[in-house]
């Protein structure tokens, strides 16, 4: 398959359309803001373009989270040749990750790619995915980056916050962060506790109020 897609959209039942999770926590939360600029600046000094290598990066992430969706629904995903040579390997050392931490793990999926608009708040958003370990249920993010930032905690809160709207009889019990190694093909297993996908959920809640406000300036 190919790398291009059509953004997607979330509507409400209204026909309205709604931003979206990382839309808002993208224009509201700026705590890795020096972080980035000083790489930006550093590749810069080196000759780089950070631009092309964020675009890359970006790209290599959407192949991968399309290859571990495949490989938990077991159907064969086709790259097809607008994904460069460098994006491929790099996107398989990620599924090798993944397939070696869904080995050790053994987690029965229950959904992935979960499409949800939230109707109390006006915001749309998907979720990699729910699994069961035992009788325990947990809502997981997949993600390729260097490392982990505490965004991605405020993001998986707000999920487990729609999912549950959704899902009135379901009940999450944690959270988990999979980073894919995507240079080394290693896996991270980042556990998130309810109490930190709650106050994760709280605080979108006043990034979302921000983002309201802010169109009254």
Wanted: some cysteine.
């Amino acid at each position: 398959m190919g790398k291009f897609k059509v953004h997607t959209k979330y509507i409400a039942e209204d026909g309205n359309v709604v931003p979206s999770v990382t839309t808002i926590l993208n224009s509201q939360l700026g705590w890795n803001k020096s972080i980035l600029m000083n790489w930006g600046i550093r590749m810069v000094k080196e000759g780089k373009d950070p631009h092309a290598y964020t675009k890359d990066a970006a790209d290599t992430g959407t192949l991968a989270h399309s290859l571990c969706e495949a490989d938990i629904n077991g159907t064969d995903y086709e790259i097809t040749d607008d994904w460069t040579e460098n994006q491929t390997v790099r996107a398989m050392k990620a599924l090798m990750a993944f397939r070696e931490w869904r080995e050790q793990t053994k987690p029965k999926f229950v959904a992935a790619e979960i499409r949800m608009v939230s109707e109390n708040q006006r915001v749309g958003g998907t979720a990699d995915g729910v699994f069961k370990i035992g009788k325990k249920i947990y809502i997981y993010d997949i993600k390729t980056s260097r490392d982990t930032y505490p965004e991605m905690r405020v993001q998986l809160g707000q999920y487990c916050t729609m999912y549950e709207e959704l899902q009135p009889k379901a009940k999450i019990d944690g959270g988990v962060i999979l980073r894919l190694d995507k240079e080394t093909g290693d896996f991270h297993y980042h556990a998130v506790h309810r109490d930190t996908l709650d106050i994760g959920a709280k605080i979108f809640k006043h990034a979302l109020a921000m983002y309201e406000l802010k169109k009254e300036l």
